[in-house]
């Protein structure tokens, strides 16, 4: 893990107040059936995700779902989640994260964008990303996997306008270009990328 951009570090208070939102409302077309549903490492996988940014101290931790909504409510049962609900199940991923960021409370600094299929983000990177975004006066933390930009991203809360504004698949991508000069990158190891869309991927595990 490297830590690299053009901002500085500062005192700010450990303390501050970071959301999460997990985008977990895909129809997963690819697989066939709900791949968040599918049991890995004895849990499933949208349950996995969530216990992992829970555990690293996102408060509160949104989730965003729309397909098959209740089969995740079940799965998520006994933790500590918001639930934001996406209506147009069939739209972009950028109606998710507007459902997410509504949610947000008004005292948090701002949130750490997530996908529940990112198998191998860890705890670890999300307390990492965390700390880098208390820390530093840093518009945005984004992940980075060798030359590709990637979540986990946290957008301070001042970005949320430009947010709510995006469209398509990008997941913000399209804020964090804009704001290049005011970004703080954490570099992970390209493994740490992979996600799961299809059966074989699955089996790859």
């Avoid at 499933?44 to 509160?60: E, I, N, W």
């Avoid at 609900?85 to 701002?110: H, I, K, T, W």
Wanted: proline fraction near 4%; aromatic fraction near 4%.
């Amino acid at each position: 893990m490297i830590l690299s951009g053009g901002s500085e570090m500062t005192g700010q208070s450990a303390a501050a107040r970071i959301a999460g939102i997990m985008l977990a409302a895909g129809a997963s077309r690819r697989m066939g059936c709900n791949k968040l549903l599918l049991q890995h490492a004895g849990e499933p996988l949208v349950r996995r995700a969530c216990r992992r940014a829970l555990a690293a101290g996102l408060d509160p931790l949104i989730v965003v779902l729309g397909h098959e909504s209740e089969r995740a409510q079940e799965a998520l049962a006994g933790l500590a989640c918001r639930f934001a609900f996406n209506p147009d199940l069939g739209g972009p991923m950028s109606g998710s994260l507007r459902c997410g960021l509504e949610a947000v409370p008004a005292d948090a600094q701002g949130a750490i964008v997530m996908l529940a299929d990112m198998v191998h983000v860890s705890e670890q990177m999300l307390r990492t990303i965390m700390t880098a975004a208390q820390t530093s006066e840093a518009l945005l933390v984004s992940s980075r996997y060798a030359q590709t930009l990637a979540p986990p991203v946290y957008f301070r809360r001042a970005l949320f306008g430009e947010l709510m504004a995006s469209t398509g698949e990008d997941c913000g991508k399209a804020v964090v270009d804009r704001h290049r000069e005011h970004v703080l990158y954490i570099d992970w190891p390209s493994a740490a990328l992979k996600d799961v869309d299809t059966p074989e991927e699955f089996a790859a595990l």
